[in-house]
Nanobody, 120 residues
């Protein structure tokens, strides 16, 4: 019913920047929360940042001051601007939406993941 498509990952040198995007499509009434998670090799998936429909944000301590999450409600899209990237930011980044559908269902939806590699 709802699909997420991510884009923007890639290879960047330490200190560089990348911008991730994640767009939702399908039977969407509203998106309550949009978030980004990441999973580094051999580690558990962790929250990077999230933003509510009202614009409230929270970030992992490790990315505060470097990453910025934003959303475009008209486009059902969330962005993650990543600056001053470090090798430890390397991993697969997944978007995650809490969606109310047009059929009054509540869904948690994950994107397919996009790889971010930061070289030292």
């Amino acid at each position: 019913q709802v699909q997420l498509v991510e884009s923007g990952g890639g290879l960047v040198q330490s200190g560089g920047s990348l911008r991730l995007s994640c767009a939702a499509s399908g039977s969407i009434f509203s998106i309550v929360v949009m978030g980004w998670y990441r999973q580094a090799p051999g580690k558990q998936r962790e929250l990077v940042a999230r933003i509510t429909s009202g614009g409230s944000t929270n970030y992992a301590d490790s990315v505060k001051g470097r990453f910025t999450i934003s959303r475009d409600n008209a486009k059902n899209t969330v962005y993650l601007q990543m600056n001053s990237l470090k090798p430890e930011d390397t991993g697969v980044y997944y978007c995650n939406f809490d969606v109310h559908t047009n059929s009054a269902r509540y869904l948690e939806v994950w994107g397919q993941g996009t790889l971010v590699t930061v070289s030292s």
